[in-house]
């Protein structure tokens, strides 16, 4: 092998080898000038056509597709630990807000040593599922406070039923329990009709809940939590924070009492 085609194929992997790393940075843009220039190089150096060598890095690509793939691992973990320490930050700086919002309904505990807070749509059907969640680790954990926070996200009706929901709260916290229950698990569509319904049956005086859902603060705590939301990278329902881990979705009793015993562990 002669001392050209040597030189072409060192320069081939600090292309890729740029290529690569540009990407784990999150820079694909950063990735394509490294590469154009290290192809640029190798093409000078070794008196290669350029279009050869993009050749040798297709058919090299071709033939180890894994390569890719391995490069999007790499990427997406990378992004989930800057994402899991941008959470830890904000989880920092926002406790209270997340922990003990005076707008956020309790179960459980309420002096609880350990908190897991639940972001939540009153018509999102994984919630509807996942409040079994909530009541096993309740019933299981003596010491285990669980914050309900109002994240209406799928539609109007959600966002009315949660004014009706904050309103409840405000004027008869002591119920409200029964009152998530009542509205999260029935059958239907929660609209503020049938969360209006559900305060009614629960003792709850229309015309004062009425004129209590048009306090100001509610909006305002609402819109609170979508920045809280956005800064924790929190899109979708439910999302849970435990301790100092924001949990993404659904995923069950085992998973959410494996991270409460984790929560546990550092306290």
Known sequence: MNKAILL???GVAVA???LAFGFVAGSPQAAKADTTQAIQVASTDSKIDRKEVEGIIRDYLLRNPEVLLEVQDALEAKQKEEQR?????VI???KDEIFNSTFDGVVGNPKGKVTIVEFYDY????????????KALTKADPDLRFVLKEFPILSPDSQKASVVSMAFHLMMPEKYGE???????????????????VALSLGADEAKLR???KDPSINEALSRTYDLATKLSITGTPSYVVGNEVVF?????????EKIEQAKSAL
């Not at 979705?249 to 009492?257: D, E, H, K, T, Y």
């Open 16 to 18: 890729l080898g740029m």
């Open 92 to 94: 920092k700086n926002a």
């Open 85 to 89: 320490l941008a959470a830890l930050g």
């Open 179 to 197: 009152f998530h229950t009542a509205l999260l698990g029935g059958q239907g569509r929660a609209t503020e009709s049938t969360a209006m319904k």
């Open 249 to 257: 979705g659904a995923l069950g009793q085992q998973v959410l009492a």
């Open 8 to 10: 072409g194929s060192a």
């Open 211 to 213: 004129e209590k859902m």
């Open 123 to 134: 018509n999102c059907g994984f919630c509807k599922r996942a409040i079994e969640d909530m």
